[in-house]
């Protein structure tokens, strides 16, 4: 029995209606999805602090403007900068200069001292590159503890040392930064 | 051996993706370094494989064949991008764990074969009870190799430390391979030997 072939713009047509359909149909679903299960700036910012100040209830207190700070621009870049109910700053910030001219992006929590920024905690902003630097602890650790007159440059975890170097960069803008605020 | 039985040892034994199929190797691979990683991974995929198996066999009629595949992608996307905005609304950690290798469910060979090999020719019903199971011997599989990879790789399961004694290798990509090959031999020589034993004893039956 022979079969009957359809034109080719009637299946053209319904092809297209079928895929326009499902489409409108699955963007419509995303969006009632996306608005239930959004998750806000301010949300996002509490789950750095949780990270970086386990089992201490510490929250946002005041959010600093940044767009004034234009130093240190080749090597790094302040996102945002917030006050913490604690004292401490905490620097959202892209370290540049990484491998293949990459950067990375992480959240220093910087404690202040008699007028010294102090490196508090350091912590990788996410997770989803799946990089050998997301799967570093200890490295970010070194960090701890590390002031404006400290040498930076020797903290290299081996086999990512372009990509530690973008760590130290975004590191120092945060010291940086905080020192121009408190006016160190 | 009833229709419901014949899905549930397809998709757990007979044709269990991970070590009979070899798909979805990618997460197998890259995933099993902690058992937890694998039960997230693997009930991911499963609700995946049960929302588009569902979908596909619905709209079997409807969806001309010539674009059946890309319209196939559009509604594993949807349902891999709720379960990533789901997982970063509920359970940050995991979504963290499953980094790159959550939207890539879209591109998993196991969702992508059912669709086009069981749910765009059969009913509902049965395609749901395909992505059923096929998820969960995925889920088991790799949560299995998680488990071995993190006991060995980490001294630890699901991140409860057991003892310090640790072998690296098994934490490494290397160690995934090796893992993964070991399981594929113990999994499919099993097997071979129980339908050995089946047809011998059906001979002796005659």
Redesign the interface.
Same mark, same amino acid.
């Given at each position: 029995m022979a079969t009957i072939k359809k034109p080719f713009w009637k299946s053209f047509v319904t092809s297209l209606i079928v895929m326009i359909s499902i489409i409108v149909v699955c963007g419509g679903v995303l969006a009632i999805v996306n608005d239930l299960c959004k998750v806000s700036d301010e949300e996002r910012i509490q789950r750095a602090i949780d990270k970086i100040y386990v089992d201490t209830d510490v929250s946002l207190e005041e959010t600093l403007d940044v767009s004034t700070y234009d130093k240190n621009q080749d090597i790094g870049e302040i996102k945002a900068c917030y006050v913490l109910s604690n004292g401490d700053y905490l620097v959202h910030v892209t370290g540049k200069k990484g491998y293949s001219n990459g950067s990375i992006t992480l959240y220093v929590s910087v404690s202040v001292d008699n007028s010294f920024a102090t490196v508090k905690k350091t912590v990788l902003d996410n997770y989803k590159g799946q990089t050998l630097m997301s799967k570093l602890t200890d490295f970010y650790d070194r960090f701890s503890g590390k002031t404006s007159s400290d040498d930076l440059t020797d903290i290299v975890e081996a086999g990512t040392t372009r990509s530690s170097q973008a760590v130290q960069n975004a590191v120092y803008c945060s010291i940086d930064y905080v020192n121009t605020v408190i006016g160190g | 051996m009833n229709k419901f039985s014949k899905i549930a040892s397809n998709g757990l034994i007979k044709e269990n993706p991970t070590f009979k199929l070899i798909l979805g190797t990618c997460p197998t691979l890259?995933l099993t370094t902690a058992a937890f990683n694998g039960i997230g991974m693997g009930l991911a995929v499963t609700f995946v494989l049960i929302c588009s198996n569902v979908l596909i066999s619905l709209l079997k009629k $409807?969806? &001309?064949s010539? $674009?059946r595949i890309? %319209?196939y992608i #559009? +509604?594993i %996307? /949807?349902f891999v /991008? +709720?379960v990533k #905005?789901?997982l970063?609304?509920?359970i &940050?950690s995991l979504y963290? %764990?499953l980094? $790159?290798?959550l939207p890539l469910i879209v591109v998993n060979c196991i969702i992508l074969g059912r669709a086009e090999s069981f749910a765009s020719k059969n009913p509902v019903t049965d395609s749901a009870l395909d992505g059923l199971f096929m998820g969960l011997g995925f889920t088991v599989s790799i949560t299995l190799m998680g488990a071995v990879r993190e006991i060995l790789g980490a001294g630890a399961i699901f991140g409860f430390k057991l003892w310090d004694f640790s072998i690296d290798f098994f934490a490494s990509s290397a160690g995934a391979f090796f893992t993964y090959a070991i399981f594929i031999a113990l999994f499919n020589f099993i097997l071979y030997k129980i339908e050995q034993k089946k047809k011998l004893s059906l001979l002796e039956v005659k």
């Open positions: - | 890259a $409807v969806i &001309p010539n $674009v890309p %319209a #559009l +509604i %996307a /949807t /991008t +709720i #905005l789901v970063d609304k509920f &940050p963290d %764990a980094g $790159v290798y």
